[in-house]
């Protein structure tokens, strides 16, 4: 962790921080560099090899060569442009340097005579070999002997600068052994010049790193598979699984409301088996199983903390509504929370038609909150919610904002959570324990019986309280993530899809055929169907040649005379939206233009097809949610994926990977893992969920024996070396391992 002291406690330091920082200090800590160890941990993209001198006449076109030449000509020519043209000599040949952009003080050091150093890459033409812009210096001293590092950097931190910083903190951070004696990781090993490389220690794969050997094999350090990369890959895994146990642990020494069912002798049936008495659906066993997991959970006086996972349709909203029950049934309140308003709204929708029968013989109700409503009703469901009349609270992110009081608050859903990052989760955990300060007395909650857990009884010293918390995903999560981001989560997993679905046929087309797409579209409307079109864009964008929903809904309007076309997307007013969707729905539109505002929770199984407009654009996992929009009744039903190709006539290999999973499977955690594979394990420190995450050095898709290594070594290590593990979490994760726990 880094400290920030006051001036009075600079002024004794020997190398104080200045008052105002320098450009470069400011774009360190831009990159998160403020600790020694930040910076020694701070590793190169690339190597660069000034360790010898190539000879002109050895230099093959394109090989990037470091030689030592003199100036024989130096000219400033004006046209075709300004530039500055200089040929250099070093005997076993010649070489023309060009350079388009250039200072005064490159005109003194390539004056005609100098000798200088010049790297660069080598290409061939008429006139005879040329380098473009290529670094260089004047001549003399030793060669390294050592690659030169080219390391990540931003605008105001100079290469040489950045070297220099890291080769001093290399000297002083504490790079001493945090691994318990005897757990070394399983890391492959290679012959080399002195026979069979041993391990390295972290020491000697960072100082390795940083100055690699010349002979070294370049692609080992490309593809991180030397020894050295894997220790750190080991370490780094290792850091990030102590922190989701310490979640963990710290998490099973709160207390949370025991929300038991109902004793069998009790008058009326419990809640949760009203609603199931009523459904006009039987639960498959796989909801049957995580109902009885989540049951579980909720019967412990410590907080739940359980993932629920099912691919797209699989009825993870019953297995919600059941959970909450169970807390409504102890006196408690529930709050679901759902990323986006429509999702939110058809959440709200389905519940009503469950719980508010059931609830209204018991004085309660279901109460709604979003960003849209008017002041008098939002003030009506503040007050309801405030006094516990709401048992439960289903919204968008408003269920968390300031003004919101709950009574007593024992249960937080979180549906769709891979939208939700991991702030809004923290700030969803902080929120929902201000609603925990009140609630029916707990009885033999406490191990020893009789006492509230709230007020320390039997317990002794007051325990803090917080809710359970029940995240839901349609977005299946490979095992490797789970066992890496979800490590500190309990998991259920409903695998199978209610009876009677029908498995969804996808095609891909290019946009050539577009026509032939509408043609299709007017025969299932005619057939009484309705039709999704997605696109990625709501109106014309200069910068994206893309199609666009107002544009497309207008094509359609007239293309297809005497059907209903409706047009969706975020910037509509909430009412807007509600009556398209409403529309819809009861099936007097035909076919719905949107943007991704109907990627989760829209059910609707009149509905029969799905195009999605520049398919190739879209991730695997938009995709695979979009799909699933379609297939929820009897009738068979078709995704058609419209993309578009490039000038060459092409579509980029990540997105042609994409677009042949879809085609290829419709399981979500196939369709999970291609998509760990394609594009990371996203980012987890905010809402985006694209991009390299946390780990900055292990890859979840090649170094599994790595992770499972330190998923069993973590809670031995807490267990049996405190004090290295500490000091093994700060080193690698600093501040950041709060992230790690929501």
Request: with cysteine; charged share 20%.
């Amino acid at each position: 962790m880094v400290a920030f002291f006051p001036p009075t406690v600079l002024m004794h330091c020997r190398n104080p921080m200045p008052a105002t920082p320098s450009p470069a200090q400011q774009a360190l800590r831009k990159l998160g560099l403020l600790r020694d160890i930040d910076l020694a941990l701070h590793l190169p993209l690339r190597y660069e090899d000034e360790t010898r001198i190539t000879p002109l006449r050895n230099a093959r076109d394109g090989d990037t060569v470091q030689i030592e030449a003199t100036v024989t000509h130096s000219e400033v020519q004006l046209r075709p442009r300004r530039m500055l043209k200089v040929m250099v000599d070093d005997a076993t040949g010649t070489c023309e340097l060009t350079f388009f952009s250039f200072y005064p003080s490159h005109l003194k050091t390539l004056a005609v005579g100098a000798r200088l150093r010049i790297r660069g890459e080598v290409r061939g033409g008429f006139w005879g070999r040329q380098m473009l812009h290529p670094a260089f210096r004047v001549a003399g001293g030793k060669l390294p002997t050592a690659l030169t590092p080219v390391y990540p950097s931003t605008a105001g931190l100079p290469q040489p600068y950045l070297r220099r910083a890291i080769a001093t903190a290399l000297q002083r951070a504490d790079l001493s052994e945090t691994l318990p004696p005897g757990a070394q990781p399983p890391l492959a090993r290679f012959m080399g010049q002195n026979g069979l490389q041993r391990p390295y220690s972290l020491r000697e794969a960072l100082f390795f790193l940083h100055h690699p050997a010349p002979d070294v094999a370049l692609a080992t350090l490309e593809d991180h598979s030397h020894p050295a990369w894997q220790r750190l890959k080991a370490e780094e895994l290792l850091a990030q699984q102590l922190t989701q146990w310490q979640a963990r642990r710290e998490r099973d020494r709160l207390r949370a409301p025991v929300l038991r069912a109902a004793d069998a002798g009790a008058a009326a049936a419990p809640l949760h088996a009203q609603l199931l008495a009523q459904l006009p659906f039987a639960l498959t066993a796989a909801q049957q199983r995580v109902g009885e997991e989540i049951a579980a959970d909720l019967a412990r006086p410590v907080p739940m903390h359980r993932l629920l996972q099912g691919d797209v349709g699989a009825g993870k909203t019953v297995v919600a509504a059941l959970a909450a029950c169970r807390a409504i049934e102890a006196g408690w309140q529930c709050a679901l929370m759902a990323p986006t308003e429509i999702l939110a709204g058809q959440h709200f929708a389905k519940l009503v038609g469950w719980l508010e029968p059931l609830l209204a013989a018991r004085g309660q109700r279901v109460a709604w909150l979003a960003g849209g409503q008017k002041k008098k009703e939002r003030a009506t469901m503040l007050e309801q919610v405030h006094s516990g009349e709401a048992a439960l609270v289903v919204g968008t992110h408003a269920v968390i904002q300031e003004q919101v009081r709950f009574k007593n608050l024992a249960l937080a859903i979180v549906d769709e959570q891979h939208r939700f990052g991991v702030l809004q989760r923290l700030a969803l955990r902080r929120k929902l324990a201000e609603g925990i300060d009140a609630g029916p007395p707990q009885g033999d909650a406490a191990p020893s019986g009789g006492s509230d857990p709230r007020s320390g009884g039997a317990w002794g010293l007051l325990m803090p309280m917080e809710p359970h918390m029940l995240m839901m995903s349609a977005t299946p999560i490979p095992r490797t993530l789970a066992m890496s981001y979800y490590a500190d989560l309990d998991v259920s997993v409903i695998d199978e899809l209610p009876p009677g679905r029908t498995p969804v046929v996808t095609k891909l087309i290019a946009d050539s055929r577009k026509d032939e797409v509408i043609a299709r579209i007017g025969a299932q409307v005619a057939a009484g169907r309705q039709v999704y079109w997605v696109c990625p864009l709501i109106e014309e964008s200069e910068a994206l040649d893309l199609s666009n929903a107002t544009a497309t809904h207008q094509e359609l309007s007239e293309s297809l005379p005497g059907v209903l076309v409706g047009l969706l997307h975020s910037r509509m007013p909430a009412a807007e939206k509600k009556a398209v969707m409403a529309q819809f729905s009861a099936g007097q539109m035909g076919v719905l233009v949107s943007t991704t505002v109907i990627e989760v929770g829209v059910d609707v199984p009149n509905a029969s097809l799905m195009v999605i407009e520049h398919a190739e654009r879209f991730g695997l996992s938009q995709l695979h949610q979009l799909r699933g929009r379609v297939g929820r009744g009897a009738v068979a039903s078709a995704c058609v994926l419209l993309y578009a190709t490039n000038d060459s006539g092409r579509v980029g290999e990540t997105a042609k990977e994409r677009l042949r999973a879809m085609q290829e499977t419709n399981d979500g955690f196939e369709i999970a893992r291609r998509d760990l594979e394609i594009r990371g394990p996203g980012e987890f420190l905010g809402a985006r969920q694209s991009g390299d995450a946390l780990l900055r050095f292990a890859d979840l898709a090649t170094d599994t024996a790595l992770l499972e290594w330190a998923r069993a070594l973590a809670p031995a290590m807490l267990d049996h070396h405190p004090d290295l593990a500490r000091q093994h979490v700060a080193r690698w994760l600093g501040g950041r391992q709060d992230y790690l726990k929501a």
